[in-house]
């Protein structure tokens, strides 16, 4: 059974930085594409960012939202995918979901449990 | 960036109905290349994280009731729930895997009457 377990969330005053991670369970993540995504309360998901897989150098690729203050990485070793966050806002606040993709492509077949982010002072 | 534009925002309909949702893209997503369409359903319900439903606009997801049916081509798709049950309360995304950023609709409340 696949799992994704976000953790590392909380609050965090604005201009902070904070490190999301995803474990995950349940297949064999260095084969995979991985991804944040967020979504603000009553709002539709929101693509971050996702990184290859070894055999594709493990590119990445950012949304301009966030492009320049987030990184993503992997740790294959340990299963583990992370989300860097600096320089936060107040609307970077939201719940931050990691997600699985299907096979290379740029769907998403699993999504974790989502960790809430609240930026506020 | 592509834009996905989902009507209605919301609809109730009794159990047993079928539903209809609808999803435009501001730009094709069918690759000439391989003649697929780079479109997904998720759906969300109360409380949870999304879940996928369809990809390639009209291929389930395992484990998905086959009463959950995708269909369309180019910019304009549709899902369609047939025999609407109480747990399909929910709101219903597509997203566009096309190109980046990957951008969501803004989704569809479903209601049970």
């Known amino acids: 059974e696949v799992k994704l377990l976000e953790s590392g969330g909380g609050l965090v005053q604005p201009g902070g930085s904070l490190r999301l991670s995803c474990a995950a369970s349940?297949?064999?993540?260095?084969?995979?594409?991985m991804t944040w995504i967020r979504q603000s309360p009553g709002k539709a998901p929101e693509w971050l960012s996702f990184?290859?897989?070894?055999?594709?150098?493990?590119?990445?690729e950012y949304n301009p939202s966030v492009k320049g203050r987030f990184t993503i990485s992997r740790d294959d070793t340990q299963n583990v995918l992370y989300l860097q966050m600096n320089t936060l806002r107040a609307e970077d606040t939201a719940i931050y979901y990691c997600?699985?993709?299907?096979?290379?492509?740029?769907?998403?077949?699993?999504w974790g449990q989502g960790v809430m982010v609240t930026v506020s002072s | 960036d592509i834009v996905m534009t989902q009507s209605p925002s919301s609809l109730a309909v009794s159990g047993g109905e079928t539903v209809t949702i609808n999803c435009k893209s501001s730009?094709?997503?069918?690759?000439?290349?391989?003649?697929?369409?780079?479109l997904a359903w998720n759906q969300q319900k109360p409380g949870q994280s999304p879940k996928l439903l369809i990809y390639?606009?009209?291929t389930r997801q395992s484990g998905v009731p086959d009463r959950f049916i995708g269909s369309g081509s180019g910019t304009d798709f549709t899902l369609t729930i047939s025999s609407v049950q109480a747990e399909d309360l929910a709101i219903y995304y597509c997203?566009?895997?096309?190109?980046?950023?990957?951008?969501f609709g803004s989704g569809t409340k479903l209601e049970i009457k």
């Open positions: 997600a699985k993709h299907g096979s290379h492509w740029y769907y998403f077949d699993y």
């Open positions: 349940g297949f064999t993540f260095a084969d995979f594409y």
């Open positions: 990184i290859r897989n070894k055999a594709n150098s493990y590119t990445t």
């Open positions: 730009q094709s997503l069918l690759y000439s290349g391989n003649q697929k369409n780079y």
């Open positions: 390639w606009a009209s």
């Open positions: 997203q566009q895997y096309y190109d980046t950023p990957l951008t």
